[in-house]
């Protein structure tokens, strides 16, 4: 199976700032990865697909970068709703894998 | 648009079987370009694919799942199902349904239901 390790784990920031979580695979999956946001007691909800597609509807100030084996999800301008947990995932090798998470705080 | 709903029982015992089905609302699960997930999350971890189905009964199971697990859909209903058998207390968690959209740049899910707590317990 890939592996996919997030950092931070947590990061606690002011609002405005521009936030940056890292995802690394185990190897390289090229452009197949895919960033969720999940907000407590929610499901997840896709914000990122093929590395670097914003999802209809999800925030311009969210961007996805990289290739390979590592990537990056921004966060431009944190905004207090952006408070939540965030995971990517692979779809370049079945089983699909996700990181451990990244939990955002808002100072 | 397209919502997903999960229903079954929330209390297994171990050794049994869980069952959960997904309603479609708002579009069809036969449609051809989609596939149909199962992913879990147990309390206060992170996430796991278990398996996705297409309408044709097309599946793939993630390989540390797979000797227990069994999806299936029904077109008529506008449903897919998820069976685990022998279970245990490592099976607790929220067991979320999402529509698996299989594109050229990979897999990937959206939308996803609200997530069901199966716990599983004498």
């Known amino acids: 199976d890939i592996q996919m390790t997030q950092s931070p784990s947590s990061l606690s920031a002011s609002v405005g700032d521009r936030v940056t979580i890292t995802c690394r695979a185990s190897q390289s999956i090229s452009s197949y990865l895919n960033w969720y946001q999940q907000k407590p007691g929610k499901a997840p909800k896709l914000l990122i697909f093929?590395?670097?597609s914003l999802q209809s509807g999800v925030p311009s100030r969210f961007s996805g970068s990289g290739s390979g084996t590592d990537f990056t999800l921004t966060i431009n301008s944190l905004q207090p709703e952006d408070s939540a947990t965030y995971y990517c995932?692979?779809?370049?090798?079945?089983?699909?894998?996700f990181g451990q998470g990244t939990k955002v705080e808002i100072k | 648009q397209l919502q997903l709903q999960e229903s079954g029982p929330g209390l297994v015992k171990p050794s049994e079987t869980l069952s959960l089905t997904c309603t479609v609302s708002?579009?069809?699960?036969?449609?051809?370009?989609?596939?149909w997930g199962w992913i879990r999350q147990p309390p206060g971890k992170g996430l796991e694919w278990i398996g996705s189905i297409h309408y044709s009964g097309n599946t793939y199971y993630n390989p540390s799942l797979k000797s227990r697990v069994t999806i299936s859909v029904d077109s008529s209903k506008n449903q897919f199902s998820l069976k685990l058998r022998s279970v245990t207390a490592a099976d607790t968690a929220v067991y979320y349904c999402?529509?698996?959209?299989?594109?050229?740049?990979?897999?990937?899910?959206?939308?996803w239901g609200q997530g069901t707590l199966v716990t599983v317990s004498s």
């Open positions: 708002g579009g069809s699960v036969s449609r051809n370009s989609y596939y």
């Open positions: 995932q692979q779809s370049y090798s079945s089983p699909w894998t």
């Open positions: 999402a529509r698996n959209i299989a594109a050229t740049y990979g897999d990937w899910f959206d939308p």
């Open positions: 093929a590395a670097s």
